[in-house]
């Protein structure tokens, strides 16, 4: 307690100094994202330091721990368990925190079928921009006591607010999984995914690798739930699209490249290039992106799209306008060398039909939390 | 159920009036002639929602019929800085809805189109006042529905749901309105038009549709929902179980979920509910039994079939002393039946009921339950407990006689003190029917002053001049002191400023 709260002290300190003198600081768990969002100088707020799984009852189906806990030891800790974060966060490296996962708020294969991080969070403990020690929500899975303000917090990156512990939500492992792989044009994958997740068939994950151009390409496919209804949905599934079975150690080691994005599509990303991720609604079908490298990756049936191409605002301009007039939206994820690092990063509010006036709105939240802006990095616009 | 047995009283009735006067002439023009009421007789219907404890006349009702109207509507009321209560189906138990005196009641029940249903992208765009059911009920030919499905939900409008954040008996696989909603189109207090979240799995900037989900139509007037429509499963089976100890029945709960399985639906009643719908409808329940669990599975009969042996097994090895399954979809039904009118049966045993709605982590039910038992000795009156045991939400009936002053104010004060067990033991005080005015003092038990400042600071971001049901959900300051006060001198009425006879 003493431990925890010394730690908690110095934050408070930290922040209540940053305040005074108007200098942002950035917060930084693991640092094994800090190349996601825009880029900033300020000073760093060091979450490691306050670490540890503070509550975990299997059970209750709910895991609580500090921030600076390495995600991989929450894993580790709900394995033993046999239950799992369910959107599959990505780590990027191995020294990935948990409330750097929240603060990003990104997810893996899983997300289509499971929901996002914040579908997750159940409750928050923080340090707002006046130092103060708050609590919202809690450690139960129906609780509609006051505004939901913990599941404002994944995605966040760190400008809302500093994440001291939060109780997240967690599944049993499901009881059987399969991984099945076809050779499928992108129009044909996208229609047969869409039609697959609207019936009761134990689809859990998705990813098509090919051509931007057209043709066929790779489409892996992982099915999850009871044994009985894998095995039934097996020869149903892969007698539609002529699928092949992949050895289930070849397939954990195919998702988790995808998630940690190791696969070679990702990789090597030339200095002048952007990795722009898209994401778009079920109804989009192929897009044709001018001057795109031929490799792009789609998941979570279509819905994302990893595409890489020049880093310039003019392409991330048109990039940004196709998926806007799809209803989606696009980021700059990852930069090559050589791109400008103070472009922006993400699509902003003012860019969409309909969220110019959700701007204020935003502003006005975020200096409700933290008047002095203290945590106005602008690392999330 | 509950007898009218408060009426805030007006402030000054000749300002009323002439406030009254001001509202309808400023919104005549912009509305048919029906869609306006403002004489007694017309919105005496409006006075109070579900939670029909709690009334107040308001200065008028407005039932706009387009977006456009809502949008003018708040335009007016911004301009007058006439504060303006949301309302949807008033099924709400938690006087969410309930009317200001000085206040606006905005009706959406008459934006009830279903706009587009869309089968490939399992979506469906309805208006506020569409019915929770209708929704499923218009994509069953395409094997799909709407999954959160709370008891109301024959009557509760999907505009609703979303400022409650509604559950249902099948959220612990299903999830909350929360997850199954993806795009929300609403009207802020100024009259600008907004869309939270989107078609895309997520959407630009801090995620506001989260925070808009159960926000008890403060923060914005819902004008529109995009909702996720899921795969109608093949089929779904449940088991009955008896238990003869109420712990070892809430042990079985958490053994179920330790191992691994999710249930689509996991609901528990005590003995006296048993007996209680029993009488009812007839369903053949175990009488005896301590605790009755209602376990279901549901998928493809490959998985169910599983499962259900799988479920079996753990509720066996939890010390179940009977275990029937369901052979066929009538008898699954007639199994859930009890369940699903424990409301009706209680209205059977005593003139009024009174629902609560804590939510506590799944290992505390059998101690709370214990806890509940001294409180009917310490009130002098009887509780049915209902619950969906496996997301440890709890529905306490507090059976009493309203037209006994003194029994009605002994039953709230039964609820609060559930209420506090329910924060105590690490819980919440509502799981899924909102704060409204009924738990507002409770708000002051959960949460410390920092927490209840940044409530008012959320609130404000949206509605700065705090016109959008102002009165409900987050305390004030001076309200939790005067609370405070109260329970320490002990015996006190909540909400003093109500007349009660």
Not at chain 1, 45 to 59: C, F, K, M, N, V
Not at chain 2, 85 to 106: E, K, N
Not at chain 2, 281 to 306: F, K, M, N, Q, W
């Amino acid at each position: 307690m003493n431990h925890s709260n010394s730690h908690i002290n110095a934050f408070r300190e930290q922040i209540l100094n940053a305040a005074k003198t108007k200098v942002p600081l950035s917060i930084e768990g693991g640092a094994t994202k800090s190349w996601y969002g825009n880029p900033n100088n300020h000073a760093k707020l060091e979450t490691r330091a306050y670490s540890g799984i503070l509550e975990y009852q299997p059970e209750e189906l709910v895991i609580t721990a500090c921030a600076g806990t390495p995600l991989k030891e929450i894993e580790v800790a709900l394995a033993e368990k046999n239950q799992v974060l369910a959107f599959e966060p990505p780590h990027f490296s191995e020294n990935a925190t948990f409330g750097g996962a929240i603060a990003a708020g990104l997810a893996g294969p899983g997300r289509i079928t499971v929901g996002n991080f914040r579908d997750f969070v159940l409750g928050a403990r923080i340090l707002d921009g006046k130092g103060q020690d708050l609590s919202f929500g809690g450690k139960v899975m129906k609780n509609v006591a006051g505004y939901d303000v913990s599941r404002l917090l994944p995605g966040s990156l760190g400008t809302l607010a500093l994440l001291l512990e939060a109780s997240v939500k967690v599944l049993p492992k499901p009881a059987a999984t399969a991984t099945l792989r076809c050779q499928i044009s992108q129009e044909k994958a996208l229609k047969v995914l869409n039609e697959w997740a609207g019936q009761p068939l134990p689809l859990s994950a998705s990813c098509w690798i090919g051509s931007s151009k057209g043709g066929d390409g790779e489409l892996t496919f992982r099915l999850a739930g009871a044994a009985a209804a894998v095995k039934a949905a097996i020869p149903l599934m892969s007698s539609l699209v002529m699928a092949t079975e992949v050895d289930s150690e070849v397939a954990e080691h195919f998702w988790n490249d995808l998630r940690e994005q190791n696969l070679s599509a990702f990789a090597n990303l030339d200095a002048d290039k952007t990795l722009y991720r898209l994401a778009l609604p079920a109804a989009c079908g192929p897009l044709h992106i001018t001057g795109a490298d031929d490799e792009i990756i789609l998941e979570w049936h279509g819905q994302q799209r990893w595409i890489r191409a020049s880093g310039d605002e003019a392409t991330f301009k048109s990039i940004k306008a196709l998926a806007n007039s799809h209803d989606g939206h696009a980021t700059r994820f990852r930069q090559g060398a050589n791109v400008d690092p103070s472009y922006q990063r993400f699509t902003l509010l003012s860019e969409q039909a309909h969220s110019q006036a959700l701007e204020a709105v935003q502003e006005r939240l975020r200096s409700s939390f933290d008047p002095a802006g203290v945590f106005a990095t602008k690392r999330l616009p | 159920m509950i007898p009218m047995n408060m009426v805030t009283p007006p402030p000054e009735l000749a300002a009323i009036s002439a406030l009254q006067s001001k509202l309808v002439a400023a919104l005549h023009p912009i509305l048919p002639e029906h869609a306006l009421l403002w004489e007694p007789e017309d919105t005496i219907p409006y006075e109070c929602d579900g939670l029909a404890a709690y009334r107040r006349m308001p200065l008028a009702v407005a039932l706009p019929e387009t977006e456009e109207q809502v949008a003018q509507i708040l335009k007016i009321c911004y301009a007058m800085q006439i504060p303006v209560v949301p309302r949807g189906s008033g099924t709400g138990l938690s006087g969410g809805a309930m009317p200001l005196s000085q206040g606006l009641v905005l009706s959406l029940a008459k934006l009830k189109k279903i706009i587009s249903i869309d089968s490939f992208t399992r979506t469906a765009v309805v208006q506020p006042g569409v019915r929770n059911l209708a929704i499923s009920e218009a994509v069953a030919h395409l094997g799909l529905y709407y999954a959160p499905d709370p008891s109301s939900q024959i009557a509760c409008s999907i505009g609703g749901n979303v400022n409650e954040n509604s559950g249902g008996v099948h959220c612990l696989k299903y999830g909350l309105t929360l997850h199954n909603v993806l795009r929300v189109r609403g009207i802020l207090m100024n009259g600008e038009i907004v869309e939270f979240g989107g078609l895309a799995p997520d959407a630009p900037g801090l995620d506001l549709l989260a925070i808009m989900m159960g926000s008890e139509g403060m923060l914005a007037v819902v004008t529109e929902v995009t909702v996720k429509l899921v795969a109608k499963p093949k089929l779904a089976r449940v088991i009955m179980a008896s238990f003869d100890d109420i712990e070892k029945g809430g042990n079985a709960v958490a053994a179920i979920i330790a191992a691994g399985i999710i249930p689509a639906g996991l609901e528990m009643m005590d003995k006296a509910t048993t007996r209680a719908v029993e009488e009812f409808v007839h369903a053949g329940y175990d009488l005896e039994a301590e605790a009755i669990l209602l376990c279901e599975s549901d998928g493809t009969p490959e998985e169910v079939a599983e499962e259900i042996e799988r479920m079996t097994k753990v509720l066996e090895q939890a010390g179940a002393t009977g275990i029937q399954i369901s052979k066929d979809e009538a008898e699954r039904l007639k199994f859930w039946s009890g369940r699903k009118n424990a409301f009706p049966a209680a209205g059977r045993l005593a003139a009024d009921y009174y629902c609560m709605d804590g939510t506590i982590p799944r290992r505390h039910i059998a101690s709370l339950l214990k806890r509940i038992q001294g409180m009917e000795k310490k009130y002098g009156l009887g509780c049915l407990n209902v619950f969906h045991a496996g997301d440890g939400n709890m529905h306490p009936l507090i059976l009493f006689n309203g037209a006994d002053q003194d029994e009605w104010h002994r039953a709230e004060e039964f609820g609060t003190e559930i209420l506090e067990a329910c924060v105590e033991l690490g819980g919440t005080i509502t799981g899924e029917h909102g704060v409204g005015i009924e738990k507002i003092n409770s708000m002051c038990v959960q949460f410390g002053e920092g927490e209840r400042e940044s409530f008012w600071g959320v609130k404000s971001a949206f509605d700065p001049e705090k016109l959008l049901n102002p009165d409900k959900a987050i305390p004030t300051l001076s309200r939790c002191a005067e609370y405070g006060r109260m329970r320490i001198s002990g015996g006190q009425l909540p909400h003093p400023e109500l007349e009660r006879f």
